[in-house]
Each structure stands twice: as structure tokens, then as C-alpha cells.
């Protein structure tokens, strides 16, 4: 990895998040600057989230020796039975030099899910009584007129599980679970915080809104929180899981904290091979 390939790095990081940005969401360049209703739909966040990737990116650059440094993915192809990856594909999971690409993809989906929390989290009608996730599972468990199956095309045994929470009144605190839960997936990705565990909680609410019938943003949101599992060792190097991984390790290695090695090498960009 060379200086110059760590600028066009960081290009290619900005570009997907305007990218990002532009397609799959409207108003976060060109709507208010700033919204104290609505804070995290503000446009400042937009260009403070672009400007942070560029300084990463520049960061690490500077951070490299005028040579650069050679990275290779150890091989897995000595080891009886086991198949191994792309090379590509196992520096990008697993290489921190490569946690810029996650950059982009953590702050288009922890800003959606902050707003749509901020959204709930001011409304009575989720945080007083759940009036609007009653609404929700009554128009989700609805069946039209003359039509024999439920309209959102949902499973049976979900359909009957909607009307089970209906039945027992499961809004009342369920809705607040919700908002609240929505939110701090959000402030996870954004901050970097045990990615993995925040993207999976995420993808898991995309996957249940979307057995309920509801599209909106739950494919892209549940697609990209794929990816983000995926790559969950190094999507939160530029955050918290710099020093959160660092300290408490992964359930195979034990963090500094617990008596074990480093995650991460705090002091550069690259891991350490301890």
C-alpha cells in the first residue's frame, strides 16, 4: 500500500458516499443546513461524514512511509479441505488499511437509522401508548375485500404473530423498543461502535419490516448492513472499535483488557501480526 493508492483510496471512499448520498436519498446535500425538528436529516451531517472520510484517508496516507508497505493476506490452501478466498476479497474484510471503503457504507446506513429513530423518539404516537406501531401491524395484518391472503404477501406465521402482539398489546412497549433500538444502531455505525452487532440488529429490523410488507428503505438498508457484517473486524478501525476490539478482542482472541493480544495497532494503520 503506497501513498498514492491511499489518495485514490480515499477518492473512490468519497465518491461512493456522495454516491450513496444521491441515489438512495433525497435532500441530505441540498436541504436545510441545519434542522433543530429533525437533526440528523441536517445537511451539515452530509458534509461533516465527507469531510471525516477525507481526513482518514489523508491521515493514513501520511501516517505511510514514502515506500509504502506491503500487504499480503496470509493462504489458507495449505490447510486439507479448506477452500480459499480472493485475495481482494480477504484484504477488504480483513485488512485495516481498507476500513476507508467501510467508511462511506457505515455513515449512509447509521445516518438513516439515526433520523428514522430521531423520527420515532419525538412522536407520541410511538413513545405515548405505540399508536403508530398498532397502525402499523393492523394495516400489515389487514385482508382486503374478496382477496384470501394477506395484502403484504407476508407469511402466515408472521401474519399470525402480528396479530398476536395486536391481541396482547405489544405497541405499547414494543414501539419504544423500537425507536429506541433504531437509534442506537445508528449512532453504533456512525461512531464505529461494535459494528457487527449494530449492522446485524439493523439488518435484523430491515428483515422483519420487510416480512411485514414494507419496502421504503429496508432493501438497501438490508443489503449494505449485510456487507457491513461481513467485514465487521475492520468496518469500525476509523471509530470506536479501534479501541473497543483492541480492548475486549473477538470471541477466538482476547483483548488487551482480558489479558490477551492487540486487535489492532492503535499506533498506525496496520494490524499487528501478534
Same mark, same amino acid.
Not at 454516491?19 to 441545519?34: K, M, P, Q
Not at 429490523?205 to 421504503?216: D, E, Y
Given at each position: 500500500?503506497?501513498?498514492?493508492?491511499? &489518495? @485514490?483510496?480515499?477518492?473512490?471512499?468519497? !465518491? =461512493? /458516499?456522495?454516491?450513496?448520498?444521491?441515489i438512495f436519498a433525497d435532500g441530505l446535500f441540498t436541504g436545510d443546513f441545519w434542522n433543530s425538528e429533525a437533526i440528523a436529516s441536517s445537511a451539515i451531517w452530509t458534509y461533516v461524514m465527507l469531510a471525516a472520510i477525507v481526513v482518514a484517508g489523508l491521515y493514513q496516507a501520511q501516517r505511510l512511509p514514502a515506500d509504502g508497505v506491503v500487504i499480503k493476506p496470509t493462504t489458507d490452501s495449505t490447510t486439507p479441505g479448506q477452500v480459499d478466498d480472493p485475495v481482494a476479497w480477504k484484504l477488504l474484510l480483513g485488512n485495516t488499511f481498507f476500513a476507508l471503503v467501510w467508511m462511506p457504507v457505515r455513515f449512509f446506513v447509521g445516518r438513516e437509522w439515526v433520523a428514522a429513530g430521531e423520527h420515532k423518539l419525538r412522536d407520541d404516537a410511538w413513545m405515548k401508548g405505540g399508536a403508530a406501531l398498532k397502525g402499523y401491524w393492523e394495516r400489515a395484518t389487514a385482508v382486503p375485500e374478496g382477496r384470501?391472503?394477506?395484502?403484504?404477501?407476508? /407469511?402466515?406465521?408472521f401474519e399470525d404473530f402480528l396479530r398476536y402482539m395486536l391481541n396482547h398489546e405489544w405497541y405499547t412497549w414494543f414501539a419504544k423498543v423500537i425507536a429506541v433500538g433504531e437509534f442506537l444502531v445508528g449512532i453504533g455505525l456512525i461512531v464505529g461502535a461494535l459494528v457487527?452487532?449494530? #449492522? *446485524?440488529?439493523?439488518? =435484523?429490523?430491515?428483515f422483519n419490516f420487510q416480512l411485514a410488507g414494507s419496502a421504503s428503505t429496508n432493501p438497501v438498508l438490508f443489503g449494505l448492513? +449485510? *456487507?457491513?457484517? =461481513?467485514?465487521?473486524? +475492520? #468496518? !469500525? &478501525?476509523?471509530? @470506536?472499535?479501534? &479501541?473497543? =476490539?483492541? #480492548? +475486549?478482542?473477538?470471541p477466538w482472541r482476547r483483548g488487551a483488557l482480558l489479558g490477551g493480544t492487540r486487535s489492532y495497532d492503535t499506533t498506525s494503520p496496520r494490524p499487528t501480526t501478534a
Amino acid at each position: 500500500m503506497t501513498r498514492s493508492r491511499t &489518495y @485514490l483510496l480515499t477518492a473512490t471512499s468519497a !465518491g =461512493l /458516499y456522495v454516491a450513496l448520498c444521491w441515489i438512495f436519498a433525497d435532500g441530505l446535500f441540498t436541504g436545510d443546513f441545519w434542522n433543530s425538528e429533525a437533526i440528523a436529516s441536517s445537511a451539515i451531517w452530509t458534509y461533516v461524514m465527507l469531510a471525516a472520510i477525507v481526513v482518514a484517508g489523508l491521515y493514513q496516507a501520511q501516517r505511510l512511509p514514502a515506500d509504502g508497505v506491503v500487504i499480503k493476506p496470509t493462504t489458507d490452501s495449505t490447510t486439507p479441505g479448506q477452500v480459499d478466498d480472493p485475495v481482494a476479497w480477504k484484504l477488504l474484510l480483513g485488512n485495516t488499511f481498507f476500513a476507508l471503503v467501510w467508511m462511506p457504507v457505515r455513515f449512509f446506513v447509521g445516518r438513516e437509522w439515526v433520523a428514522a429513530g430521531e423520527h420515532k423518539l419525538r412522536d407520541d404516537a410511538w413513545m405515548k401508548g405505540g399508536a403508530a406501531l398498532k397502525g402499523y401491524w393492523e394495516r400489515a395484518t389487514a385482508v382486503p375485500e374478496g382477496r384470501p391472503a394477506s395484502p403484504s404477501g407476508t /407469511y402466515a406465521w408472521f401474519e399470525d404473530f402480528l396479530r398476536y402482539m395486536l391481541n396482547h398489546e405489544w405497541y405499547t412497549w414494543f414501539a419504544k423498543v423500537i425507536a429506541v433500538g433504531e437509534f442506537l444502531v445508528g449512532i453504533g455505525l456512525i461512531v464505529g461502535a461494535l459494528v457487527g452487532i449494530a #449492522a *446485524f440488529c439493523g439488518t =435484523l429490523m430491515n428483515f422483519n419490516f420487510q416480512l411485514a410488507g414494507s419496502a421504503s428503505t429496508n432493501p438497501v438498508l438490508f443489503g449494505l448492513g +449485510v *456487507f457491513i457484517v =461481513l467485514g465487521w473486524k +475492520v #468496518a !469500525g &478501525y476509523w471509530g @470506536l472499535d479501534r &479501541y473497543l =476490539l483492541t #480492548a +475486549v478482542g473477538t470471541p477466538w482472541r482476547r483483548g488487551a483488557l482480558l489479558g490477551g493480544t492487540r486487535s489492532y495497532d492503535t499506533t498506525s494503520p496496520r494490524p499487528t501480526t501478534a
